[in-house]
């Protein structure tokens, strides 16, 4: 079964600043799909950014990119120009991209945002 | 776009009492649904996922139960709440047969049994 690690249970980052946030899964799969989901205080769950294993080319939003090392199973998320609003816990998650399979999450990371 | 309905957003149950925690989905038709549990400042914990109606699987074995009596409709279930069923419990789709579609969450329930 696939896992998702998150290794950094808090982060924090100081405003306008770039903070990156580590992910690390296991799978045997070839072809998956990432995500990282956003949860602010108000506990809505907000997609992020989402990348397709099979595309070598980091997904970026705005001000959010990747970093997927498909050889190293690692996806990290870069927030650069850090601004209040991130403050969140951000979750990491996988699918396989065969199959109705549910995603996979990591146990979060709670990013604080200092003014 | 799909919109997840989920209600009600906030419940205080005592413990042995019944549940019953609804969702519908709009905009989507045949949509994947999950449940969802998040204790407080942890992460998600998949309790149940449905691919199609009648069709449930089960991720934890617990006195939860889910139900989906029709095809945007998806009902999170107990007969006799423990004080461990306190959580936030979120509710989410994605489109059938598209695994690399998103996940949409409904706005959640927090659940507080006494």
């Known amino acids: 079964a696939q896992t998702v690690t998150q290794s950094q249970p808090e982060m924090s980052v100081q405003e306008a600043e770039t903070v990156t946030l580590s992910c690390t899964y296991d799978?045997?799969?070839?072809?998956?799909?990432l995500f990282w989901y956003k949860q602010p205080p108000s506990r809505q769950m907000i997609l992020v950014i989402r990348?397709?294993?099979?595309?070598?080319q980091n997904a970026t939003e705005n001000r959010f990119s990747v970093n997927f090392q498909k050889a190293a199973k690692s996806f990290s998320l870069k927030i650069s120009d850090s601004q209040l609003g991130d403050a969140a816990m951000y979750f990491c998650?996988?699918?396989?991209?065969?199959?109705?399979?549910?995603?996979?999450f990591g146990k979060g990371t709670r990013l604080s945002v200092i003014a | 776009s799909q919109t997840i309905h989920q209600w009600p957003a906030t419940l205080v149950q005592p413990v042995g009492s019944p549940l019953s925690l609804e969702c519908t989905v709009e905009g989507t038709s045949n949509p994947n649904l999950y449940w969802y549990r998040q204790a407080a400042g942890r992460g998600l914990q998949l309790l149940f996922y449905s691919v199609g109606i009648g069709q449930i699987s089960s991720e934890v074995p617990q006195n939860l139960s889910a139900s989906r009596p029709q095809d945007r409709q998806f009902i999170l279930s107990s007969k006799k709440l423990l004080l461990s069923d306190s959580g936030f419990y979120l509710c989410?789709?994605?489109?059938?047969?598209?695994?690399?579609?998103?996940?949409?969450f409904g706005n959640g329930t927090r659940l507080t049994v006494t």
């Open positions: 998650a996988y699918r396989s991209r065969e199959g109705n399979t549910p995603l996979v």
């Open positions: 799978t045997s799969e070839s072809d998956y799909y």
């Open positions: 989410a789709c994605h489109r059938g047969g598209s695994n690399n579609s998103p996940l949409h």
């Open positions: 990348q397709e294993a099979y595309k070598q």
